[in-house]
């Protein structure tokens, strides 16, 4: 009698690493591939942050509490994509006098990966003397006019910049005290703005000793209504130049028959003059929290109406444009508004322009080797 002889053959099957070096050789190209969808991404998120940081600060400032500004000063994305795979067989292998039957085997296959997304986001307060400074200084008026140059609306520009115009006063509510505005100076923009739709304005610069000075020119050859538009601006502002160019200045006076005096207003006190419009709940006014709301002027003049309309509720509307909580309300600028989304563009475009914000030298990081 034979005795019965048995082995086991081993096999390893080599697709497990190919499998892996398939896995490898398309993560690649991980990174640029991310690179449009997540440029968009992070475009997207830093731009909701700082809406509702600026929004955050007008109700801050309606309360008395002081504003605070958060700079994110780098994004740094890492991705890391880990695979591998393994398989095996064992089957039993009988002796050659034994009768053929099927063999017995076993095998095994694994397949595992792994995806990791490590973002290193860089947070920088805004503090210090340059900030403060920055947040106080009125904005320059050749900053204001550059905008308008570039074909941003004249009248809303200076409503939102300005205190006066060569004396001619604006409204303001900064302190919660309305100082309604004088009787030419809403005039005195509808003028500017239809000007300014027909091309006969334009700005330029010109280096004055160590200063860089504005100046504006009015148009020689223009239509009849633009000349009466000309004409109640100059003699608004008092301009008696014979050779139309206007120099622009800081100040609340004019000292000389060709200069425009700006009396701009800082970031500060533009962010007051929003929140002062904001429809605060009234039981806010009766516990102390805040002062009473400023009258809206919602009568025949259009322009004493607020530029940012902020509402404030329990909850905020679900297609706010802008949206905050502050203790225990949230404060809202509604989409559907798009004046109110429009001025509050031109914050954030004011905040851009200025660089309210501290230098920064570039972070130093130490990230890890993965």
């Given at each position: 009698m034979k005795t019965m002889r048995s082995r086991w053959c081993f096999v390893g099957f080599g697709f497990g690493c190919g499998i892996f070096g398939l896995v490898l050789a398309g993560c690649s190209s991980i990174g640029p591939g991310a690179l449009p969808r997540d440029r968009v991404d992070y475009i997207g998120a830093m731009g909701e942050s700082w809406k509702q940081q600026t929004l955050l600060n007008i109700v801050l400032l309606r309360y008395g509490d002081a504003p605070t500004f958060m700079d994110v000063s780098s994004v740094i994305a890492s991705y890391a994509f880990i695979g591998n795979a393994n398989a095996g067989a064992a089957i039993n292998v009988e002796g050659s006098a034994a009768p053929i039957t099927f063999p017995k085997a076993v095998g095994s296959f694994g397949v595992g990966a792994t995806y990791l997304d490590r973002p290193t986001i860089s947070y920088t307060p805004l503090t210090g003397d340059k900030f403060t400074k920055n947040l106080l200084r009125p904005i320059p008026p050749s900053a204001i006019f550059s905008l308008i140059a570039a074909g941003y609306p004249a009248?809303?520009?200076?409503?939102?910049?300005?205190?006066?115009?060569?004396?001619v006063y604006n409204r303001s509510s900064a302190t919660l005290d309305t100082r309604p505005s004088?009787?030419?100076?809403?005039?005195?923009l509808d003028s500017l703005r239809r000007i300014q739709l027909s091309g006969a304005i334009s700005l330029r610069v010109?280096?004055?000793?160590?200063?860089?000075?504005?100046?504006?020119?009015?148009?020689?050859?223009?239509?009849p209504e633009i000349q009466q538009d000309i004409e109640l601006v100059r003699r608004t502002l008092k301009l008696t130049a014979e050779d139309g160019n206007v120099i622009l200045s800081y100040g609340a006076l004019q000292r000389t028959g060709n200069e425009l005096a700006v009396l701009s207003r800082s970031m500060i006190e533009i962010l007051q003059e929003f929140g002062a419009r904001i429809e605060v709940p009234s039981d806010h006014i009766n516990k102390g929290r805040t002062l009473a709301n400023v009258q809206t002027g919602e009568g025949d003049q259009s322009r004493d109406r607020p530029m940012i309309r902020i509402l404030a509720g329990a909850k905020a509307a679900d297609d706010a444009f802008a949206a905050v909580r502050y203790r225990d309300t949230w404060y809202w600028i509604d989409d559907g508004d798009f004046y109110s989304k429009r001025a509050f563009t031109f914050l954030l475009l004011f905040f851009s322009l200025l660089e309210t914000g501290v230098q920064q030298q570039a972070p130093l990081l130490t990230l890890p080797v993965q």
């Amino acid at each position: 009698m034979k005795t019965m002889r048995s082995r086991w053959c081993f096999v390893g099957f080599g697709f497990g690493c190919g499998i892996f070096g398939l896995v490898l050789a398309g993560c690649s190209s991980i990174g640029p591939g991310a690179l449009p969808r997540d440029r968009v991404d992070y475009i997207g998120a830093m731009g909701e942050s700082w809406k509702q940081q600026t929004l955050l600060n007008i109700v801050l400032l309606r309360y008395g509490d002081a504003p605070t500004f958060m700079d994110v000063s780098s994004v740094i994305a890492s991705y890391a994509f880990i695979g591998n795979a393994n398989a095996g067989a064992a089957i039993n292998v009988e002796g050659s006098a034994a009768p053929i039957t099927f063999p017995k085997a076993v095998g095994s296959f694994g397949v595992g990966a792994t995806y990791l997304d490590r973002p290193t986001i860089s947070y920088t307060p805004l503090t210090g003397d340059k900030f403060t400074k920055n947040l106080l200084r009125p904005i320059p008026p050749s900053a204001i006019f550059s905008l308008i140059a570039a074909g941003y609306p004249a009248d809303l520009m200076l409503q939102i910049t300005t205190r006066a115009l060569n004396g001619v006063y604006n409204r303001s509510s900064a302190t919660l005290d309305t100082r309604p505005s004088d009787p030419e100076f809403y005039p005195l923009l509808d003028s500017l703005r239809r000007i300014q739709l027909s091309g006969a304005i334009s700005l330029r610069v010109e280096k004055r000793g160590n200063d860089e000075t504005g100046i504006i020119v009015f148009a020689g050859h223009v239509t009849p209504e633009i000349q009466q538009d000309i004409e109640l601006v100059r003699r608004t502002l008092k301009l008696t130049a014979e050779d139309g160019n206007v120099i622009l200045s800081y100040g609340a006076l004019q000292r000389t028959g060709n200069e425009l005096a700006v009396l701009s207003r800082s970031m500060i006190e533009i962010l007051q003059e929003f929140g002062a419009r904001i429809e605060v709940p009234s039981d806010h006014i009766n516990k102390g929290r805040t002062l009473a709301n400023v009258q809206t002027g919602e009568g025949d003049q259009s322009r004493d109406r607020p530029m940012i309309r902020i509402l404030a509720g329990a909850k905020a509307a679900d297609d706010a444009f802008a949206a905050v909580r502050y203790r225990d309300t949230w404060y809202w600028i509604d989409d559907g508004d798009f004046y109110s989304k429009r001025a509050f563009t031109f914050l954030l475009l004011f905040f851009s322009l200025l660089e309210t914000g501290v230098q920064q030298q570039a972070p130093l990081l130490t990230l890890p080797v993965q």
